[in-house]
């Protein structure tokens, strides 16, 4: 079983940025990829960014150039560094996790809020 805790969500102006972390516990050792996503309002839950035991990254087109995900050395927390915000980027943003062992598994945290305005 795993935990996630997830913090530094936030108000913040356009053009502005924001670290959102993601702390693992229980089970962290059967981590594999772990990744944010985010819903708005009306809109379903997407994937925004994701990265492998091993540090490889993926990003959607949106977020490109803009959004930087990372792991800290002991693969049991995850961040994500948002640079030159936009309206648009405001939603609820969630922490997940996969577990492989005997089957796949996913894990979400709690979801944290983040707000671009003026």
């Known amino acids: 079983q795993v935990q996630l805790v997830e913090s530094g969500g936030g108000l913040v102006q356009p053009g502005g940025s924001l670290r959102l972390s993601c702390a693992a516990s229980g089970n962290i050792f059967g981590i594999n990829t772990m990744a944010w996503y985010r819903q708005a309002p009306g809109n379903q839950r997407e994937l925004v960014a994701q990265?492998?035991?091993?540090?490889?990254?993926t990003y959607t087109d949106s977020v490109k150039g803009r959004f930087t995900i990372s792991r800290d050395n002991a693969k049991n927390t995850v961040y994500l560094q948002m640079n030159s915000l936009k309206p648009e980027d405001t939603a609820v943003y969630f922490c997940?996790?996969?577990?492989?062992?005997?089957?796949?598994?996913?894990?979400w945290g709690q979801g944290t809020q983040v707000t671009v305005s003026s």
């Open positions: 997940n996790a996969v577990t492989f062992d005997a089957t796949i598994k996913t894990y």
């Open positions: 990265i492998t035991r091993y540090g490889s990254a």
